[in-house]
């Protein structure tokens, strides 16, 4: 099992200048946030099952960039469907990171249906996502990084990480409007 | 069928052109086909088909925050599948325009139908959305064209129901 936090800070070390990065409701946008403020980040608040939808439409939007989204297992289920059209409207530069502990560890850790019988790696290679894998510690370090930076996606990577709660990483602004223009300007580069 | 194609869905395909809509997302409508069909033969337009109406709100904010216009086609049974979606164009205020094609309000068979047409304004003003009709086939492009400025422009969000008296009601046959 894989300690979020830290693992996030180290895959966005010395980022590069062509990845944006968006991250789903909850802990997710707290991690991303603690890896230092940036430009080129989007953390949703609210509107859960929309983050991956999102990340599909930045990519197509902008195929010479790299799209990292960080979200969690309770986001990602409950926008399953949004696996599938991904799959079926390939974009080759979107990676989607599910931080996957297994709980709504925010609202009191409940288990989700990743610690019962679902498996997001299968679901995403049955939906069509072939470049599908699953993390349980930091020995794959370079082949996320691998697959974030150079190869083609849409891939989708489950990091099975503890559940404990984290102190909570607020982004630059908690005004959407805010965070949107900011994020959007450094797409004129 | 053919007595259906109107030329009205031309006319919308005629403001996604004028305005630079270049990504259209759809859960299908038969209403909505011929518009769909115009959009897959246009190279310069991406054609999206989703699972659930909800996602096309993600993808159109995420194409919008990209750099690109989208626009999202529906059904009205659709729409209560965005609400809680919906408050993504709204706090972020990003240009957000759908076009929903009416079931449950005119010559409708379905009685399942009926409860989300009666429900489909309602909903849309609800979660602020600024909602636009269309009754009759002549006002449809300049109906969707001011939607689509009304979004495009303040950076906010708007519905055009296209009325089921225009598209025709659907009739099934039993056997």
């Not at chain 1, 530069?93 to 009191?108: H, P, R």
């Not at chain 1, 069509?128 to 699953?134: A, L």
């Not at chain 2, 990003?94 to 079931?103: G, K």
């Not at chain 2, 989300?116 to 309602?122: A, D, S």
Request: proline share 4%.
């Amino acid at each position: 099992m894989i300690d979020r936090r830290p693992f996030v800070q180290k895959i966005l070390k010395d980022r590069k200048d062509n990845l944006r990065v968006v991250s789903g409701i909850g802990t997710s946008t707290w991690d991303l946030m603690s890896a230092g403020d940036n430009k080129g980040n989007f953390g949703f608040i609210g509107a859960m099952g929309q983050s991956i939808p999102f990340a599909l439409g930045l990519a197509k939007a902008q195929p010479d960039m790299r799209v990292l989204l960080f979200t969690g297992d309770g986001d990602t289920l409950m926008s399953l469907g949004s696996i599938a059209t991904i799959a079926n409207h390939p974009v080759s530069n979107l990676t989607i990171v599910v931080l996957d502990n297994e709980s709504y560890v925010e609202t009191g850790s409940q288990p989700t249906a990743t610690a019962g019988k679902t498996d997001l790696e299968l679901i995403a290679k049955g939906s069509g996502i072939s470049n599908s894998y699953t993390v349980r510690n930091e020995d794959d370090y370079s082949k996320i990084m691998n697959t974030v930076y150079e190869e083609e996606g849409p891939s989708l990577i489950v990091i099975k990480c503890q559940a404990k709660a984290t102190p909570l990483i607020f982004p630059h602004s908690f005004d959407g409007s805010v965070s949107m223009n900011r994020f959007k300007e450094t797409m004129k580069i | 069928m053919t007595e259906l194609i109107k030329d009205w869905r031309n006319d919308i395909y005629a403001v996604f052109k004028d305005l630079g809509i270049t990504m259209v997302s759809h859960v299908p409508d038969a209403g909505h086909t011929p518009l769909i069909n115009l959009c897959e033969k246009d190279n310069e337009i991406d054609v999206v088909t989703l699972t659930t109406e909800q996602d096309g709100v993600g993808l159109s904010c995420g194409a919008y925050a990209g750099g690109r216009k989208s626009a999202l086609l529906m059904q009205s049974s659709g729409v209560g599948n965005c609400i809680n979606a919906l408050a993504l164009p709204n706090i972020c205020r990003i240009p957000f325009l759908t076009l929903v094609s009416m079931r449950g309000e005119w010559g409708e068979f379905v009685p399942w139908q009926v409860p989300m047409g009666l429900g489909t304004p309602k909903v849309l003003e609800a979660m602020d959305i600024k909602v636009f009709r269309a009754d009759y086939e002549e006002e449809v492009g300049s109906t969707v064209d001011a939607a689509a400025k009304f979004a495009f422009n303040t950076n906010r969000s708007a519905a055009v129901l296209l009325s089921q008296k225009m598209i025709g009601a659907k009739q099934f046959k039993n056997g």
